[in-house]
């Protein structure tokens, strides 16, 4: 998990607090957390190494249209297969709330490196819309598809080390019920 900001520390981070306990109370294992400058090469050099180690990538900050917000062109520059569903199905989430100004959220997903990674906005409000709306009830099957299918261009890692029999259904949410309960690369839970 990513967060991008000039100005939160890991101790104001709410965003990233309330994903890290929904992530956790959903079953998932988090890999690792950090937060990074707004800045282009910050942001690369955090997200990279995350999306080798991680089967799903939250990203949350810089998605907006100041020139500070560099989030979306750099997970863009790395995205191999776009998700567009995903910023459409936002804005429509956060235009119910909202209103017009849904349209200022640049929020994006794709697999980079064989990971699926999501870039969200970075106010409590926009995460919570996000988590709640789309992605707790998909994450998990994504993790499984995500791993049992193997992306062109990256190598594959050592098989799940508990494969789920059945995979989770889309909206089933995932997690410890189905199997899968880890999303570390591989299966590997070191």
Same mark, same amino acid.
């Given at each position: 998990?990513?967060?991008?900001?000039?100005?939160?520390?890991?101790?104001?981070?709410?965003?990233?607090?309330?994903?890290? $306990?929904? =992530?956790?109370? !959903?079953?998932?294992? %988090? *890999?690792?957390?950090? /937060? &990074?400058?707004?800045?282009?090469?910050?942001?690369?050099?955090?997200?990279?190494?995350?999306?080798?180690?991680?089967?799903?990538?939250?990203?949350?900050?810089?998605?907006?249209?100041?020139?500070?917000?560099?989030?979306?062109?750099?997970?863009?520059?790395?995205?191999?297969?776009?998700?567009?569903?995903?910023?459409?199905?936002?804005?429509?989430?956060?235009?119910?709330?909202?209103?017009?100004? $849904?349209? =200022?959220?640049? !929020?994006?997903?794709? %697999? *980079?490196?064989?990971? /699926? &990674?999501?870039?969200?906005?970075?106010?409590?409000?926009?995460?919570?819309?996000?988590?709640?709306?789309?992605?707790?009830?998909?994450?998990?099957?994504?993790?499984?598809?995500?791993?049992?299918?193997?992306?062109?261009?990256?190598?594959?890692?050592?098989?799940?080390?508990?494969?789920?029999?059945?995979?989770?259904?889309?909206?089933?949410?995932?997690?410890?019920?189905?199997?899968?309960?880890?999303?570390?690369?591989?299966?590997?839970?070191?």
């Amino acid at each position: 998990m990513l967060t991008i900001s000039d100005t939160r520390t890991p101790e104001t981070d709410e965003s990233g607090a309330y994903l890290r $306990a929904e =992530l956790q109370a !959903a079953g998932h294992e %988090l *890999v690792a957390y950090r /937060v &990074v400058r707004d800045d282009a090469v910050d942001i690369r050099s955090a997200l990279v190494p995350f999306t080798r180690e991680a089967t799903v990538v939250l990203c949350s900050g810089g998605t907006g249209i100041t020139g500070r917000d560099v989030t979306v062109p750099v997970v863009e520059s790395l995205i191999t297969k776009p998700i567009p569903g995903f910023g459409e199905l936002f804005r429509m989430l956060s235009y119910q709330q909202v209103g017009g100004a $849904a349209m =200022l959220s640049r !929020a994006v997903a794709g %697999l *980079v490196r064989g990971a /699926v &990674v999501f870039a969200m906005p970075g106010s409590l409000n926009a995460v919570k819309t996000a988590w709640e709306g789309i992605l707790k009830t998909e994450i998990g099957h994504l993790a499984y598809e995500i791993e049992r299918q193997a992306q062109p261009g990256v190598l594959p890692g050592a098989p799940l080390a508990t494969p789920a029999s059945v995979p989770p259904a889309p909206g089933a949410g995932g997690g410890v019920a189905t199997g899968i309960g880890r999303h570390r690369k591989g299966g590997r839970d070191e």
